[in-house]
């Protein structure tokens, strides 16, 4: 391990084109001074935020001109508007994290600093000694984070507070109007028709009507657990951080994909309550009539080749957009969610007796 | 200053006020009085063994209550007055198959503010459910979740399962119809998984079918194992916000 270099990669950052709106049209780079104007290419510094022009951020050796942070340009088009920020903080040129701009700390900087460096704005990094090329900066960036930080006491905690109070008394007043059911003794001998596992897992049960168990309750939530915890692996620019849906175009992947995996899920489960799909393939090709063999192929093939030609047209919907990783996140992210809550739904509120659906205003009554 | 001794006539408002605030016994629990001032703010929450979860200061972007809807915050109240309401539940609720169903009935009819309890036991862990999946959406759609935040979105994702499965464990615990349908689903699915599903269904019911075995292990867990282990990943979640720098915020 010598140096803070070794071992680590230095973060990722995009190509954003400039255009009259961006935030930082009309910003002065730091490396040659001149102002960036729209149809340049910029790029933000992945720690102070400060814009400079893709080129001059190259040619400074791929480091921040103000406070030397490391970061490679991503080789692929970001984003062409500004990210849409709604009351963003204003009148301050360059808006900074806090204690962002202390000095990089030079080579002896512990490797966590170093490994991806916003860490180096965790509260406790101490301004590297020998760092003091600028004092006036030092000066200028306190000022300035003084006036980005607000104290915690009552700032943070009044609204913590009354929202806590909030909760306590919504909960409250519910539990005192709202009773939680008891049903009878339990009897394994009498199966209440329908049987429903609570809301939060029905999705998993109406997954449970079309595929194999196995694949619906146990492989399906295990890839869910899985890709979810690989997304901040897979999606590794850090410069959009803390902007709704990343800006104009992740909003618009957002409803894309809100819009396409609404239909879909509702296609699916309408296609086969009322076709059958297993019924027909074995009619179809009648092999198939062997249960096992149906079993692998009805039950386990054909859904999986399903939720992948469903999740490949997802990406080819939004093709068009030119979409960067964060939006093939977002894309397939609010997939997910959406289909998790529709299906959660459907099944409390349209499964009735033997799991058939019904309109929820025609709900037979549970068979308790 | 303290002014301890009271005079003859009776003591004005202002002068009990005075003494309480400002007496030994209130300024041994609260060395300081009220922070009015930046610094004293920034002292009051670094010294106080319960604020100083908190950083002292925070960045204004990252409070705007439209940022973070409060979600996390309302995740962990919810856990706290589940904790609560579920300790006063254990008071009277025994993990016995002959007794269990009418704890619960007696809970309802004959304890004071049984009912009470255990309604918001019941609503709190639907709310925190919701809360926890809001959150991670809140998580996700800022883009919080990127450098260098990564591990503690592996963290909650974590507590997402740890709080379903919490949720799920409490659901058997009344013996009812409800509850004991509800578990049979939920336990064949898990009897489903491929190559080891036998295995693992005797894992979850401590026995072939549901019975006195799977509901002390349930109800362990519920009470004990899950909570604990919850807890543990809470407070790896929340150091790991500080060392990340505090939350995200708007650029
Ligand atoms: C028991 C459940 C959970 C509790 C009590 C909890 C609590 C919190 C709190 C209080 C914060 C501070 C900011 C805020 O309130 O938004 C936070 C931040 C965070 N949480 Fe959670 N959380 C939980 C579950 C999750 C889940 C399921 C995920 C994601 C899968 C997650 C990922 C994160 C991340 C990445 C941050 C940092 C966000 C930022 O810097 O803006 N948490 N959490
Ligand atoms: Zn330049
Ligand atoms: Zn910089």
């Given at each position: 391990m010598s140096g803070s270099e070794a071992g680590?990669?230095?973060?990722?950052?995009?190509?954003?084109?400039?255009?009259?709106?961006?935030?930082?049209?009309?910003?002065?780079?730091?490396?040659?001074?001149?102002?960036?104007?729209?149809?340049?290419?910029?790029v933000l510094c992945p720690k102070c935020y400060t814009p400079h022009h893709k080129d001059c951020w190259t040619t400074h050796g791929n480091v921040c001109a103000l406070d030397q942070t490391p970061a490679n340009i991503m080789e692929r088009a970001g984003r062409a508007a500004a990210p849409a920020v709604d009351g963003a903080p204003v009148g301050t040129p360059a808006p900074v994290k806090p204690a962002a701009e202390a000095p990089a700390p030079p080579k002896a900087a512990p490797v966590k600093a170093a490994a991806v460096p916003v860490a180096a704005a965790v509260p406790a990094a101490k301004p590297a000694a020998g760092g003091g090329a600028s004092s006036a900066r030092a000066m200028r960036s306190a000022a300035r984070r003084a006036q980005a930080q607000l104290t915690t006491w009552p700032h943070l905690l009044m609204p913590?507070?009354?929202?806590?109070?909030?909760?306590?008394?919504?909960?409250?007043?519910?539990?005192w109007f709202v009773n939680a059911p008891l049903e009878e003794h339990s009897n394994p001998n009498h199966t209440p028709n329908p049987?429903?596992?609570?809301?939060?897992?029905?999705?998993?049960?109406?997954?449970l009507l079309h595929m194999h168990p196995g694949l619906a309750g146990v492989v399906i939530p295990t890839i869910i657990i899985v890709l979810l915890m690989a997304i901040p692996y897979v999606d590794i620019t850090s410069d959009d951080t803390g902007v709704w849906f990343s800006g104009a175009q992740g909003k618009k992947v957002f409803w894309i994909s809100t819009v396409y995996t609404f239909l879909w899920a509702w296609a699916l489960i309408l296609a086969d309550e009322f076709v059958g799909v297993r019924a027909v393939i074995?009619?179809?090709?009648?092999?198939?009539?062997?249960?096992?063999?149906?079993?692998?192929?009805?039950?386990?093939?054909?859904?999986?080749?399903?939720?992948?030609?469903?999740?490949?047209?997802?990406?080819?919907?939004?093709?068009?957009?030119?979409?960067?990783?964060?939006?093939?996140?977002?894309?397939?992210?609010?997939a997910f969610v959406i289909?998790?809550?529709?299906?959660?739904l459907v099944g409390s509120a349209f499964r009735g007796p033997a799991m058939v659906l019904y309109w929820p205003w025609n709900m037979p009554p549970r068979i308790a | 200053m303290a002014s301890g001794t009271l005079g003859q006539r009776p003591p004005t408002g202002a002068q009990v006020w005075d003494?309480?605030?400002?007496?030994?016994?209130?300024?041994?629990?609260?060395?300081?009085?009220?922070?009015?001032?930046?610094?004293?703010?920034?002292?009051?929450v670094?010294?106080?063994?319960?604020?100083?979860?908190?950083?002292?200061?925070?960045?204004?972007?990252?409070?705007?209550?439209?940022?973070?809807?409060?979600?996390?915050?309302?995740?962990?109240?919810?856990?706290?007055?589940?904790?609560?309401?579920?300790?006063l539940l254990m008071f009277y609720y025994v993990p016995s198959v002959t007794r269990a169903y009418q704890d619960i009935q007696d809970l309802e009819t004959v304890v004071t503010f049984g009912m009470l309890m255990r309604n918001i036991h019941r609503w709190g862990a639907h709310m925190m459910v919701i809360t926890v999946f809001l959150h991670m959406c809140r998580v996700f759609y800022t883009g919080s979740y990127k450098p260098p935040r990564e591990f503690n979105w592996v963290v909650g994702v974590i507590l997402l399962v740890l709080t379903l499965l919490l949720s799920f464990t409490g659901y058997l615990l009344p013996?009812?119809?409800?509850?004991?349908?509800?578990?049979?689903?939920?336990?064949?699915?898990?009897?489903?998984?491929?190559?080891?599903?036998?295995?693992?269904?005797?894992?979850?019911?401590?026995?072939?079918?549901?019975?006195?075995?799977?509901?002390?292990?349930?109800?362990?867990?519920?009470?004990?194992?899950?909570?604990?282990?919850?807890?543990?990943?809470?407070?790896?979640?929340?150091?790991?916000?500080?060392q990340d720098g505090g939350i995200s915020q708007p650029m």
């Open positions: 680590v990669k230095p973060a990722l950052i995009s190509v954003r084109p400039t255009t009259a709106e961006s935030k930082w049209a009309g910003k002065e780079c730091p490396h040659c001074k001149k102002d960036i104007s729209a149809g340049e290419n910029a913590e507070f009354l929202s806590a109070v909030l909760l306590m008394i919504g909960l409250t007043v519910m539990a049987s429903k596992a609570p809301w939060y897992f029905l999705n998993l049960q109406e997954l074995e009619n179809a090709i009648p092999v198939l009539k062997i249960s096992w063999l149906s079993e692998i192929v009805t039950q386990t093939m054909v859904p999986t080749a399903i939720m992948w030609a469903v999740a490949v047209g997802l990406y080819i919907s939004i093709a068009h957009l030119k979409p960067t990783v964060r939006d093939v996140m977002i894309a397939y992210f609010t289909a998790w809550i529709l299906l959660a | 003494w309480l605030r400002n007496g030994r016994v209130f300024k041994s629990i609260f060395r300081y009085s009220y922070p009015s001032d930046r610094r004293n703010r920034i002292m009051t670094a010294k106080n063994v319960f604020l100083h979860l908190h950083p002292s200061q925070v960045p204004r972007g990252g409070i705007r209550v439209t940022y973070t809807w409060c979600l996390g915050g309302l995740s962990f109240m919810t856990f706290l007055m589940l904790t609560v309401t579920g300790v013996w009812d119809q409800l509850s004991f349908w509800a578990v049979t689903v939920g336990t064949t699915i898990g009897g489903a998984a491929p190559i080891i599903g036998k295995q693992i269904n005797f894992l979850l019911l401590g026995d072939f079918e549901i019975g006195q075995n799977t509901l002390i292990r349930w109800y362990t867990l519920h009470v004990i194992a899950l909570p604990l282990i919850l807890s543990l990943f809470l407070s790896v979640h929340f150091w790991r916000v500080r």
